[in-house]
């Protein structure tokens, strides 16, 4: 009786040790499409294999995308919550705070949003609390750098259209720094909202002929969707341009200014392993990038009849010839 109770119990420990190990389910929630989104996924899908992670074997990303539909975020969030996934990856500040509307239980690991303390997301960067952390990109703090940037390329600017969505809390953030910065530079800025396509042609019809020199894209839905159609407008206009992304510069945009948006995702996978390994959001500072990409298109330059001066080009990190 004794031996068959040894062998039942050394074949249940056995049974039990073989009991697969639960792969771990991301949810991804992005305010873009799939397309333009893409920069920000491979990062991440990047990060995560550095770490070891291989999606549909030792883990699995739900990936959802509101294809510039800011309105569709609270459904998809709350479609990741009924999944259960273990962790909700957010790039931007519209899909963080869909998400922590969402939920207050699943871990919430931000990539790329502006000023999370301003916008309400956390309490603080060091001690962020509650269930949010990751990684933002400081975009408000290099808004009048980027304006610095066209003055310095040009000194003849004097009227810059700002082109953003009021109904983005991060981008209202980054155009109170943008019209701040504009006033010590002696710079009238010209306030374009672009919520829709509409917008878009209603902007475009708003810089025409208004002495505008240059146009200033704040990063965010729907403006990222519509980065090649600013670029070809600008060009055929002849206008200066600047965005705080190096997706701009790809579409035919004049220049970019700001966090390598591929190396912040990748960064935040790292905040995703320490998760799944027990660590807690509220007990992860929220990080801000260190360095800063200058890219500037040559070839664009060219188009609109402008000359970048020495003293611009040399400080760029990367060069469109």
């Not at 002696?186 to 829709?196: D, P, R, T, Y």
């Amino acid at each position: 009786m004794l031996a068959l109770s040894t062998t039942l119990f050394a074949f249940s420990f056995y049974a039990f040790a073989q009991q697969p190990k639960k792969i771990p389910h991301i949810g991804y929630l992005s305010a873009n499409s799939p397309s333009s989104a893409r920069g920000s996924v491979e990062g991440f899908q990047q990060g995560l294999r550095e770490l070891g992670y291989v999606e549909e074997k030792n883990i699995v990303v739900e990936y959802r995308y509101a294809e510039g539909k800011v309105d569709r975020l609270p459904d998809l969030a709350a479609e990741l919550v009924r999944l259960k996934v273990d962790v909700i990856v957010t790039p931007g500040t519209p899909a963080a705070m869909a998400a922590k509307s969402a939920t207050s239980r699943i871990p919430i690991v931000i990539t790329g949003g502006t000023d999370p303390v301003a916008t309400g997301l956390v309490a603080s960067l060091a001690r962020p609390g509650a269930n949010i952390t990751g990684v933002t990109i400081m975009n408000a703090e290099l808004a009048g750098k980027r304006l610095e940037l066209l003055k310095e390329t040009s000194p003849k600017v004097s009227r810059v259209a700002v082109l953003w969505n009021s109904t983005n809390p991060g981008v209202a953030v980054v155009f109170k720094q943008t019209k701040n910065a504009s006033q010590g530079l002696h710079l009238q800025l010209q306030s374009l909202e672009v919520k829709s396509d509409h917008d878009l042609e209603s902007a475009f019809t708003a810089v025409t002929g208004s002495g505008t020199n240059a146009l200033v894209l704040l990063r965010g839905t729907p403006i990222n969707e519509y980065l090649k159609q600013v670029a070809d407008f600008a060009i055929k206009n002849r206008l200066l341009s600047i965005y705080d992304g190096s997706a701009f510069i790809e579409a035919g945009g004049l220049m970019s200014y700001g966090t390598n948006t591929s190396d912040i995702s990748r960064h935040a996978a790292t905040y995703v392993d320490k998760i799944l390994k027990g660590a807690k959001p509220a007990d992860l500072p929220i990080e801000q990038p260190m360095k800063f990409d200058l890219v500037i298109n040559l070839k664009t330059a060219k188009q609109i009849g402008l000359t970048i001066p020495p003293n611009v080009l040399a400080r760029a990190d990367r060069v469109i010839r």
